[in-house]
């Protein structure tokens, strides 16, 4: 009869710890998946800079089109004032 009820202790023990594992892994689940939450938000805001950023890129690249073409008037008006020997 010891024996059996040994048996039935090593059985809660295993069973204890069976229990605790599944704890720590439930536990673990959940602060992964609030990790994975704050990630995605994380992302989408990274995704949303991203983009400002290329607006902002493609308006200096305007701007400096546009800064191109007013240095090539402004020597085009120079020179015709230098040609008139001003």
């Known amino acids: 009869m010891t024996s059996e009820l040994e048996r039935i202790k ?3 023990g295993k069973v204890s710890q069976v229990v605790d ?4 892994t439930v536990n673990e689940n959940e602060r992964l998946k609030e990790q994975l939450k704050e990630l995605k938000t994380e ?3 990274l995704i949303e800079k991203e983009k400002k950023a290329e607006q902002l890129s493609e308006t200096i690249k305007k701007y400096e089109n546009e800064r191109e073409v007013i240095k090539e008037k402004i020597e085009s008006l120079i020179n015709q004032i230098d040609q008139l020997g001003l």
């Open 43 to 45: 992302k989408k805001g």
């Open 21 to 24: 594992f599944l704890n720590k």
């Open 10 to 12: 090593i059985l809660e």
